[in-house]
T-cell receptor, first 108, second 118 residues
Framework: AQRVTQPEKLLSVFKGAPVELKCNYS??????LFWYVQYSRQRLQLLLR??SRESIKGFTADLNKGETSFHLKKPFAQEEDSAMYYC??????????FGGGTRLMVKP | GAVVSQHPSWVICKSGTSVKIECRSL??????MFWYRQFPKQSLMLMAT?????????EQGVEKDKFLINHASLTLSTLTVTSAHPEDSSFYIC??????????????FGPGTRLTVL
């Protein structure tokens, strides 16, 4: 069965510091991975997906099939980046399996 | 575009009663809707997938007779928690997707419904 693991429940950094939110997955098929973000009192929204190879709000994520990872990175964290971040794996039928989430706190 | 709403946003009910939660896609037609459950400080757990006009597909461990899902139209899916008990108290979130909407196969999430069963 597929599984998504986010080892850190909380990540606290200072403004301007680099950020890396870790995500590891296990899946026997060809993975399609996403990062979703949930700001305080807002709904879950898509941040980026690996097939797009894009940078959104300064965040990037590279799929590493060898390490089965899809870590989310940003070189310089901003206070407005504080939120819950969920890594998700899409399997058959467009179903998403979510990781446990990491709360990012960016301190001034 | 691609807005999903849920109603109600918060409901409190007595044990033994049934509660219906609506999920609507406001500006697009959703061929598929998903229902998730989220316990405090935990991740989203997929409960079921519903396709318009057909029976929902439930995840292992989810009681289909307890969590009734109806996806009668391309813009509305409902989740009815029957004979609710305190352990059903949770945050229920729906999402909707349509291959022709925005980024293909993206799920657009509703704001969630908090259910508290006394």
């Amino acid at each position: 069965a597929q599984r998504v693991t986010q080892p850190e429940k909380l990540l606290s950094v200072f403004k301007g510091a680099p950020v890396e939110l870790k995500c590891n997955y296990s899946y026997s098929g060809s993975p399609e991975l996403f990062w979703y973000v949930q700001y305080s009192r807002q709904r879950l929204q898509l941040l980026l997906r690996h097939i797009s190879r894009e940078s959104i709000k300064g965040f990037t994520a590279d799929l590493n099939k060898g390490e089965t990872s899809f870590h989310l990175k940003k070189p310089f964290a901003q206070e407005e980046d504080s939120a819950m971040y969920y890594c998700a794996l899409r399997v058959a039928g467009n179903m998403l399996t979510f990781g446990g989430g990491t709360r990012l706190m960016v301190k001034p | 575009g691609a807005v999903v709403s849920q109603h109600p946003s918060w409901v409190i009910c007595k044990s033994g009663t049934s509660v219906k939660i609506e999920c609507r896609s406001l500006d697009f037609q959703a061929t598929t809707m998903f229902w998730y459950r989220q316990f405090p400080k935990q991740s989203l757990m997929l409960m079921a997938t519903s396709n318009e006009g057909s029976k929902a597909t439930y995840e292992q461990g989810v009681e289909k007779d307890k969590f009734l899902i109806n996806h009668a139209s391309l813009t509305l899916s409902t989740l009815t928690v029957t004979s609710a008990h305190p352990e059903d108290s949770s945050f229920y979130i729906c999402s909707a997707s349509n291959p022709g909407q925005g980024i293909p196969d993206t799920q657009y999430f509703g704001p969630g419904t908090r259910l508290t069963v006394l």
